[in-house]
C-alpha cells in the first residue's frame, strides 16, 4: 500500500448457507484494507471468480494484469504461505516490468446460494 497499491476483498460466499463467511465473522480478521460483500453474488460472477481466495490484479487503467493464486500453498499440501506469486505480481506492476503468467486459482470453492 506504501508503494500506491490499492487492496480490497470481497467475499461471495453465502453466508445464510455458511455463518463461518459472514461479514460479522470475516470482520473479526481485521484486514488493513477495505473488505467487501458480495451479498447478491454478482460480483464473482462478473469476474469469473470461482474459489476462495482468487487473486485479480489490474493496473491503473483497470486493465487485468494477473489472475490466480496467493502462491502454491493450499490447504493439506503441507506448503507453507509465502505470497509469492502475488509478491511477483505486485512488484512487476509497481516496477513496470513484464507480468508473471496467470496461474489456476487455489482455494475452496464458492459457496454459491
Known sequence: MPLGV???GVSSNDAEAYSDDSPEKMAEASYPFPYLYDASQD?????GAV???DFF???????LMYRGRLDAST???????SGDEMRTALWALVNGSEMPESQPS???SI???
Open 6 to 8: 490499492g487492496f480490497v
Open 43 to 47: 460480483i464473482a460472477k462478473a469476474y
Open 51 to 53: 474459489c476462495t481466495p
Open 57 to 63: 490484479v489490474f493496473d491503473a487503467e483497470d486493465t
Open 75 to 81: 490447504p493439506g499440501n503441507g506448503v507453507q504461505p
Open 106 to 108: 487455489m482455494g475452496c
Open 111 to 113: 459457496k454459491w446460494k
